[in-house]
């Protein structure tokens, strides 16, 4: 877990993008993420839920950016103290969106005896901080994890902030986020509009069903460049809950009823 005789966990120093450069508030994947963030206020923050996953089918379908920015809205505008946790330790991408290292994280605190308040990064926002990943040590990378450690990693950060958002890998790549899911109050699933076929979505909801009660929504990304007419679908009032913009987080539809998420779609 360490490179040094001291134990000090190795620090990535290649970093991605940010974000935040260049991030216009007035853009309209910004108003969706404050529609998200507004649905979750209503109808999950009254139950105490505050911790959340969100999670996608397959690769590629723009969770770890939703989480982002889900992160910079909130903290921005609202005042939370917002954490995001990278959990996505074999394809690591949200803290880099950020402009940190990915590593050490989440795992160093999980397995590596590494104090979480050591991992914990600051970010451009002064009530925005990150959790990278970590790495993935090559004797717990061929296992599942493991619920209490991660249960308990949850709750020792849960009374520190307002909001926790947890990147976690995608549902039927591993079953580490299912293992997840038990252990956040809530769960929203990402859904590429126009690319993931529907067998794909059954399916993760099929994975899900024990879970059911946690899902809080099913977010379309990508709607306007694939689905352009779903502006109509709002307009005309089907599903008076759905929201759409384009591109970025685009059709929140609730998990107990609303259109079926991948109406139309060509997948």
């Known amino acids: 877990m360490s490179d040094s005789a001291s134990g000090s966990p190795r620090v990535e120093r ?38 959340f996953l969100v999670t996608s089918a397959l690769l590629g379908e723009g969770k770890s950016t939703l989480c982002a920015l889900l992160g910079l809205v909130a903290a921005r505008m609202s005042r939370r103290r917002v954490l995001l946790i990278d959990a996505d330790v074999r394809r690591p991408s949200l803290a880099g969106l950020l402009g940190l290292p990915s590593r050490p994280g989440l795992y160093e605190a999980m397995y590596g ?10 970010t451009a926002l002064p009530t925005l901080f990150a959790l990278p990943s970590g790495s993935l040590p090559g004797e717990i990378a061929r296992e599942p994890m493991v619920e209490e450690t991660f249960r308990n990693t949850i709750e020792k950060l849960r009374e520190s902030y307002d909001l926790i958002i947890v990147d976690g890998p995608p549902i039927l790549a591993v079953a580490d986020s299912l293992v997840m899911a038990s252990a956040v109050d809530g769960v929203l699933l990402v859904v590429l509009a126009g690319r993931t076929p529907l067998a794909v979505i059954r399916q993760m909801r099929h994975l899900l ?8 929504g099913i977010i379309l990304n990508n709607v306007t460049r694939s689905l352009p007419y779903y502006y109509d679908y709002r307009y005309y009032g089907y599903p008076p809950t759905t929201y759409h913009t384009s591109p970025g987080p685009a059709a929140t539809t609730p998990a107990n009823g609303g259109s079926e998420p991948a109406k139309g779609q060509k997948g």
């Open 14 to 51: 290649s970093v991605p993008r940010d974000l935040l450069k260049g991030l216009r508030w007035d853009d309209p994947h910004i108003t969706e993420a404050r529609r998200v963030l507004q649905a979750l206020a209503r109808e999950a923050e009254p139950a105490g839920r505050r911790v």
């Open 113 to 122: 005896g590494v104090p979480i308040s050591e991992l914990i990064r600051s």
């Open 209 to 216: 069903k024990p879970l059911e009660s946690k899902i809080q």
